[in-house]
């Protein structure tokens, strides 16, 4: 990407100091803070901005932004979102300045209480020659307008912030990798060795049980020989989570933890949850997608509808199948609630979507119990 050369010595001072200062940065958030706060010192703007375009839709996935202050950013309705004079950015390949927004005929205003703005620059940040997203400044300080040699030192800030982000997306890429292979080790360790070895204990324990008459010294044994099955299934959970998944991907059990966390705000407590089985190797994103939507839905209606205390959510994988299992000490099942409700009824077409079944009864004790189960496709 061609600029002007920058020719007051002062600000090629800056500027290089700027990039020096970005090129420390080896975390990618870190980094394009950095990359904002150089932005308006450099051109000595009040506002600056980098809007990061979500590579499939072309919408913005991430804004950082400084110059705000907390109060104005609990004031403005919403965020930009990439229309008007922001999508121009993303389209020209040199410094877009204006120098007043409000009389621009791209512009389609901005979201309410949010500050005046009227004089403006922006420049694509470009990774590989694709447009990574655009850093703006609004409101020159010390003048009416932005500069042309604002736009070049900009422009030159931009290219150095491309290859900055480039650089923390490998080093992330690196250290993700890194402990990807830590917990496969981890994960080794702890099938060949401690499971092993309270294997051998169990049966080390059950062979004696004919040797031993007393009943209460049998009761411990039998407790103790439990104790250790369990604890080899708890460990062989954690190893099925230790397993490292494709880069990019999201584990589905963080995601259903993270779900249950959300849902404090409605239920007024946080579920209970447990975990058996290969989760997040076995359970496809397609999957995982449809669990995600029932869990969300079931968490819903025990919050609207059931009055409970305790919500338990019970996740199983074994013999290739998912078992998803919401359990409360609620009410019970409301009027209404029957084949006809349209909540029930969508988790019911998602489980004969994916060949399995659903239902939803009364619990042992008290509250309901729901029931969601399908088949995996092995990989």
Same mark, same amino acid.
């Given at each position: 990407?061609?600029?002007?050369?920058?020719?007051?010595?002062?600000?090629?001072?800056?500027?290089?100091?700027?990039?020096?200062?970005?090129?420390?940065?080896?975390?990618?958030?870190?980094?394009?803070?950095?990359?904002?706060?150089?932005?308006?010192?450099?051109?000595?703007?009040?506002?600056?901005?980098?809007?990061?375009?979500?590579?499939?839709?072309?919408?913005?996935?991430?804004?950082?932004?400084?110059?705000?202050?907390?109060?104005?950013?609990?004031?403005?309705?919403?965020?930009?979102?990439?229309?008007?004079?922001?999508?121009?950015?993303?389209?020209t390949e040199h410094p877009l300045r204006?120098?007043?927004?409000?009389?621009?005929?791209?512009?389609?205003?901005?979201?309410?209480?949010?500050?005046?703005?009227?004089?403006?620059?922006?420049?694509?940040?470009?990774?590989?020659?694709?447009?990574?997203?655009?850093?703006?400044?609004?409101?020159? @300080? /010390?003048?009416?307008?932005?500069?042309?040699?604002? =736009?070049?030192? !900009?422009?030159? %800030?931009?290219? #150095?912030?491309?290859? +900055?982000?480039?650089?923390?997306?490998?080093?992330?890429?690196?250290?993700?990798?890194?402990?990807?292979?830590?917990?496969?080790?981890?994960?080794?360790?702890?099938?060949?060795?401690?499971?092993?070895?309270?294997?051998?204990?169990?049966?080390?324990?059950?062979?004696?049980?004919?040797?031993?008459?007393?009943?209460?010294?049998?009761?411990?044994?039998?407790?103790?020989?439990?104790?250790?099955?369990?604890?080899?299934?708890?460990?062989?959970?954690?190893?099925?989570?230790?397993?490292?998944?494709?880069?990019?991907?999201?584990?589905?059990?963080?995601?259903?933890?993270?779900?249950?966390?959300?849902?404090?705000?409605?239920?007024?407590?946080?579920?209970?949850?447990?975990?058996?089985?290969? @989760? /997040?190797?076995?359970?496809?994103?397609?999957?995982? =997608?449809?669990? !995600?939507?029932? %869990?969300?839905? #079931?968490?819903?209606? +025990?919050?609207?509808?059931?009055?409970?205390?305790?919500?338990?959510?019970?996740?199983?994988?074994?013999?290739?199948?998912?078992?998803?299992?919401?359990?409360d000490d609620g009410i019970g099942l409301?009027?209404?609630?029957?084949?006809?409700?349209?909540?029930?009824?969508?988790?019911?077409?998602?489980?004969?979507?994916?060949?399995?079944?659903?239902?939803?009864?009364?619990?042992?004790?008290?509250?309901?119990?729901?029931?969601?189960?399908?088949?995996?496709?092995?990989?």
């Amino acid at each position: 990407m061609p600029y002007r050369k920058v020719s007051d010595p002062r600000r090629l001072q800056q500027l290089l100091e700027a990039v020096l200062v970005l090129e420390a940065d080896l975390d990618l958030d870190a980094a394009l803070r950095h990359i904002v706060e150089e932005a308006r010192q450099l051109v000595n703007a009040r506002y600056a901005a980098l809007a990061i375009i979500e590579r499939d839709s072309g919408r913005l996935a991430q804004f950082v932004h400084v110059g705000f202050t907390p109060g104005e950013v609990d004031r403005i309705d919403h965020l930009p979102r990439g229309d008007g004079i922001l999508g121009m950015i993303f389209d020209t390949e040199h410094p877009l300045r204006i120098a007043d927004l409000t009389q621009h005929p791209a512009s389609v205003g901005f979201p309410a209480h949010h500050p005046a703005m009227r004089s403006f620059i922006g420049v694509p940040v470009l990774v590989h020659g694709e447009v990574f997203g655009n850093l703006y400044l609004t409101e020159k @300080i /010390d003048a009416a307008e932005f500069s042309e040699e604002d =736009g070049d030192v !900009l422009q030159a %800030l931009a290219q #150095a912030a491309g290859i +900055v982000v480039d650089n923390a997306r490998m080093h992330a890429k690196v250290a993700e990798l890194g402990v990807a292979a830590e917990r496969a080790r981890i994960a080794h360790d702890l099938h060949d060795t401690v499971i092993q070895r309270l294997f051998a204990t169990g049966l080390s324990l059950q062979s004696t049980i004919r040797q031993i008459h007393a009943p209460e010294a049998l009761r411990v044994i039998h407790t103790a020989v439990d104790d250790l099955d369990d604890t080899i299934r708890q460990i062989r959970t954690s190893i099925f989570a230790l397993e490292p998944l494709p880069i990019g991907r999201r584990s589905p059990r963080t995601r259903v933890l993270e779900l249950c966390a959300e849902s404090v705000r409605s239920l007024g407590f946080e579920p209970s949850v447990s975990v058996s089985g290969p @989760i /997040d190797t076995e359970v496809s994103e397609h999957v995982a =997608g449809h669990m !995600l939507a029932v %869990l969300r839905e #079931a968490l819903t209606n +025990v919050a609207r509808h059931a009055h409970a205390n305790r919500v338990h959510v019970g996740l199983v994988v074994a013999e290739h199948r998912l078992s998803l299992t919401v359990t409360d000490d609620g009410i019970g099942l409301p009027p209404g609630s029957g084949p006809a409700s349209r909540g029930l009824t969508n988790m019911a077409e998602r489980a004969k979507m994916l060949g399995g079944s659903f239902t939803i009864a009364a619990g042992a004790e008290s509250g309901t119990e729901m029931n969601f189960e399908v088949p995996l496709v092995t990989r």
